[in-house]
């Protein structure tokens, strides 16, 4: 992960799509060490070969990625090799992978997109200014540029009302400021409906495999302040 907290170029995109999927192929115990490399490794190999992978023809196919169109994908070939050579994973496994990663990429490419579309927009002023504020992220309590996370996302308050799950004070009251990484991971891993119902909290999004190990991970990751790098919290969770 770079230094800073904005995602800045598709590279970065396709790390984290990588690392969503990569760390989550072993289990609890796995060698995150290596995983990371292994990330390492293909990114430098995707950018060696000059492959560029277009999100938007992911996209059109309503976001899917059969495995027919996985294992034909340029970038199966990079990414089987490193799966099977360094992780020692089964060559049908690694189609699976190539799928998951190349649909977790457009979703995040296209939540990239949206935001900039955003930033650049003047008349956001003021929800730039509460998106730039400097602070612990919640979850992975590294020092950063932090995003309002709502932990039922708006496109279900609706829905939930309509089922008198929450009160619309509750729904617009229940916010979590995270660091983008952790803010994409989450939304990347888990759909809005979910979120919603299940995942309303940081305990329960914690409660995850997934999410925890992602949390674990990113905590010992560079912030924007090095002093703030230690997650205290985070080691008394289990
Ligand atoms: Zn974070
Ligand atoms: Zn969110």
Known sequence: MPSGSIISTRYDVLRLALE??????????SDVELELEVTEYVLEEV?????TLDASKILDHGGSVTMKE?????????????????????????VLCTSEVLEVYAKLCKQQDGDQAEEQDPANTIQRQKKGALGEC????????????????KTTHQELLRRGIFTKREMQTRISMLCRPCHSFIHAKIDEMALATTY????T??????IYKWARYASKQRGRDPAHGVAHNLKNRR
């Open 200 to 203: 309303n909290s940081l305990d």
């Open 205 to 210: 999004l914690l409660s995850r495999p997934d």
């Open 70 to 94: 996985a294992e034909n994908h340029p970038f199966h070939s990079i990414l089987k090799n490193a799966l099977v050579e360094l992780l020692g994973l089964e060559e049908h496994d690694s």
């Open 47 to 51: 950018k060696h070969q000059g492959l």
């Open 20 to 29: 969503a999927q990569i760390l989550q192929l072993q289990g609890d115990d």
């Open 138 to 153: 919640e979850l992975c309590e590294r020092c950063m540029m932090l995003t309002e996370h709502h932990l039922i996302p």
